[in-house]
């Protein structure tokens, strides 16, 4: 059974930066498709940003276009998604989440593990 440990959140100032990972265990990752999601108080969970099994494509929300970047290392079962130049709307709970297929979604509905997730807050 696969396990999804996510770390690296904290307090950042804006415009600051902050790499989370997503440490997995109980199986490879090399099989599984990758988003990273968020969720703010009173509000939905939104996908963030996905990456297919073996790392051939990549998706990120709009919001977070040119500052993200998701990457994965197979041999270390680690998901990575490094957040630059961070805003105030970054603020939320942060997901990793895996599913047993090549292509990735930013639809939550679309995975069947979940880690455990790590608290991003962005403010001065």
């Known amino acids: 059974q696969l396990q999804l440990v996510e770390s690296g959140g904290g307090l950042v100032q804006p415009g600051g930066s902050l790499r989370l990972s997503c440490a997995a265990s109980g199986s490879t990752l090399d099989y599984y498709a990758i988003g990273w999601f968020r969720q703010a108080p009173g509000k939905e969970r939104e996908g963030v940003s996905c990456l297919s099994s073996f790392g051939g494509s990549t998706n990120y929300a709009d919001s977070v276009k040119g500052r993200f970047t998701i990457s994965r290392d197979n041999a270390k079962k680690t998901v990575y998604l490094q957040m630059n130049s961070l805003k105030p709307e970054d603020t939320a709970v942060y997901y990793c989440?895996?599913?047993?297929?090549?292509?990735?979604?930013?639809?939550?509905?679309?995975?069947?593990?979940w880690g455990q997730g790590t608290q991003v807050t962005v403010s001065s």
């Open positions: 989440a895996a599913d047993w297929r090549p292509y990735c979604s930013t639809r939550p509905d679309a995975y069947d593990f």
